[in-house]
């Protein structure tokens, strides 16, 4: 190890962060000058990784979860070679920056994960090293290890404060996801003061009754830290937690206080850090030779560890074309086996939650990287998948179906982690009004553009018995409110293997079905063209006439409402309308739209929700056909007849 290399690294860290913020006028000067060291040892002694390809697949992912610290990033990003130039560093937080003011996935070369939202950062670490589980498994041969790497995180005290953090962590420590190794940067403060204010718990013991490896060291004792990585790998059964005791803000007058978190040090502050990192106080973003040269004589060793792997990657492939095939098509986002889609009769009662059931299998047969599970409600999510080689333990690495538990953000935000990673496509299963508990992570996966499918069932009053608490109301409305997610709410069964197959052909955004708990009748489409006009969010159903009395606009279990009210209405005609993708419909030109909706000189909406976002339908709030308070504990019939959302009611709305 170089030494003197290494303490030149740390020193530019500091010296490029400490101006970045100060010229910026914002950001958190306080970690990257305390983990600077960590940073210099990750990136030139640690990861397995070539700067002159972020994307090589057996490459260490490292995630900062306390990605408020992103300076320290950029930094050695730059340093180690990656494609950040120092204009853009001195650009930081600035409108069109790649330096943006938390790490963004798909904007930085060589960041692997949008982290600012405290706590989701080591959750998709968690995804990472379970996605890296179950690919060792699937591709590694007795004379081959193709997935052989680690994942890396640093998390601070608010990661670990957050409750996603304490969800992942226990999947992780119970799957024994023993290549995931967190560095914890202990330096006791948040912004309103000491941790000791909030957060005195023995986090060693508790990330022990996880179980984790937990080591403890300095975040300047390089020496150490090396030994303690060494350590970390040679537990295979245990992830381990490095506890680091470090110092906010070091080698600032600021430093070990709340002042040095958040903010910019000022310019006398900056002057007197770099004084006392034997800086010139007057130049600004002062890079040392000696980290220059360090990163230069690593770069033949970077490519090397790459050309290695690649040269055992074509043996690798030649010996084993069939898993070479799998390979390239899970990378792809294509198929790679066949399966035959489940076809329905007309007029049988299928739930859409059963049907999306039986395409996870359909889709697990023609996709062998497909993999997922449910929040411990396989059985009633319907989201087994029975082609799926059993369920992933440590054990069975091979497993597809994983058991997430009762840890429904966890769960969320392992899955994002799968689906950055790679080579994995992760759906993931609960009802959907505990989307509201996953919301956050679906968040950040549609500003990721990572392709998670969320497989929410049990979605209306419909479900019944379990009222107002597991009844949706708002939250079909709230989530088609969130940029880059699809929606989707197939009416019918053989909608819901559409919805399949528009999610599986997503590769830039997430994808979230919201199914039914209760049967519905498979209902005859009058347009042969359904399954092609579908894809653009909306198709007729039933045309009435040329031009309609009523249009009705539904979707999901409402549009078979529709249909039998309209049949209801002999004296009118009536077109019925099912809208599978509210977003994607209103996304297609005028012209699709008034075709769609056949010019009638009136249209009703039918949605068992609320009616925020379908105002712009009707000229009337009386032909909003919704429902706009919460739910009723009773038998589903019994719950919409209190509510007078039945077929005869919207018949006399039809009426009137």
């Known amino acids: 190890m170089n030494s003197k290399g290494i303490a030149a690294v740390a020193k530019t860290i500091r010296s490029l962060s400490i101006d970045a913020i100060q010229k910026a006028n914002s950001g958190h000067p306080g970690l990257p000058l305390g983990c600077a060291e960590l940073a210099a040892l990750l990136y030139g002694e640690i990861l397995k990784h070539n700067p002159a390809d972020s994307k090589w697949a057996d490459r260490d992912r490292f995630v900062l979860s306390a990605g408020h610290g992103s300076m320290l990033l950029y930094s050695v990003l730059h340093l180690a070679g990656y494609k950040i130039t120092l204009d853009d560093i001195k650009n930081f937080r600035q409108v069109g920056s790649v330096c943006c003011g938390h790490p963004e996935y798909g904007i930085t070369d060589g960041v692997e994960n949008t982290s600012g939202p405290l706590g989701q950062g080591v959750a998709l670490a968690v995804g990472m090293a379970l996605a890296e589980s ?112 470090s110092v906010i803000g070091k080698c600032s007058p600021k430093e070990g206080t709340p002042a040095v978190h958040g903010e910019p040090l000022g310019e006398e502050a900056v002057a007197q850090t770099k004084k006392n990192l034997g800086l010139d106080p007057e130049k600004f973003f002062q890079i040392d030779e000696d980290a220059v040269k360090y990163f230069a004589d690593k770069k033949a ?96 690495r091979a497993g597809r179906s994983i058991e997430f538990g009762i840890r429904e953000f966890g769960m969320a935000s392992e899955a994002a982690g799968m689906a950055l990673h790679g080579g994995i496509r992760p759906y993931c299963a609960t009802y959907l009004v505990f989307s509201d508990y996953m919301r956050p992570s679906i968040r950040l996966a549609a500003l990721m553009g990572v392709p998670v499918i969320y497989d929410l069932t049990h979605d209306s009053i419909y479900l019944g018995e379990d009222g107002p608490t597991h009844q949706p109301i708002e939250q079909l409305s709230s989530l088609r409110s969130i940029p880059n997610l699809q929606v989707l709410r197939p009416g ?124 712009g339908y009707v000229s009337s709030k009386k032909d909003l056909f919704t429902i706009d308070r919460f739910g009723e504990s009773g038998p589903a019939k019994k719950v919409a007849e209190h509510f007078g959302f039945t077929a005869d009611k919207l018949a006399e709305l039809i009426k009137a």
């Open 492 to 615: 019918d069964a053989e909608e819901t293997v559409e919805a399949w197959h528009i999610a599986m052909e997503a590769k830039d955004h997430p994808v979230l079905f919201a199914l039914t708990r209760q049967n519905v009748p498979v209902y005859a489409k009058e347009n042969a063209d359904w399954r092609e006009t579908i894809k653009k969010g909306a198709y007729v159903v039933k045309n009435g006439d040329a031009t309609p009395d009523v249009t009705i606009v539904a979707t999901g279990s409402e549009v078979n409402m529709a249909l039998e009210a309209a049949a209801k209405v002999s004296e009118k005609s009536v077109r019925v309308v099912s809208v599978l993708d509210k977003n994607l419909f209103e996304s297609q030109g005028e012209e699709f739209q008034n075709q769609i909706l056949g010019g009638a000189k009136r249209v009703i909406v039918a949605e068992a929700g609320v009616k925020t976002g379908w105002e």
């Open 301 to 396: 060793e970077f490519a090397k560890r790459q050309a290695d792997w690649n040269a055992e990657f074509e043996i690798w492939a030649k010996e084993n074309p069939e898993l070479a095939k799998e390979w390239k098509a899970s990378y792809e986002g294509s198929p790679d086996g066949n399966a035959d889609d489940p076809v329905y009769e007309v007029g049988k009662s299928v739930a859409t939650r059963t049907a999306s059931g039986d395409m996870i299998s359909v889709m697990g047969a023609r996709y062998s990287y497909l993999a997922g599970g449910s929040a411990d409600l396989k059985g009633s999510n319907k989201s087994g998948m029975k082609c799926d080689g059993g369920t992933y333990t440590p054990e069975n």
């Open 134 to 245: 179950m690919l060792e498994a699937k591709y590694n041969t007795a004379n081959h290890k193709i997935v052989d790497h680690y994942t890396y995180a640093l998390v601070g005290e608010g990661c670990l404060e957050e409750g996603v953090s304490s969800e992942a962590c226990s999947f992780a420590g119970h799957n024994k996801l023993g290549k995931l190794i967190v560095f914890y940067d202990e330096n006791r403060i948040s912004i309103d003061g000491s941790t000791n204010i909030t957060f005195t718990e023995d986090i060693a013991k508790r990330y022990e009754a996880y179980g984790w490896q937990v080591l403890k060291g300095s975040m300047y004792d390089i020496k150490k830290i090396l030994s303690l990585v060494e350590k970390a790998k040679k537990e295979t059964n245990k992830p381990t937690l490095i506890m680091l005791k």
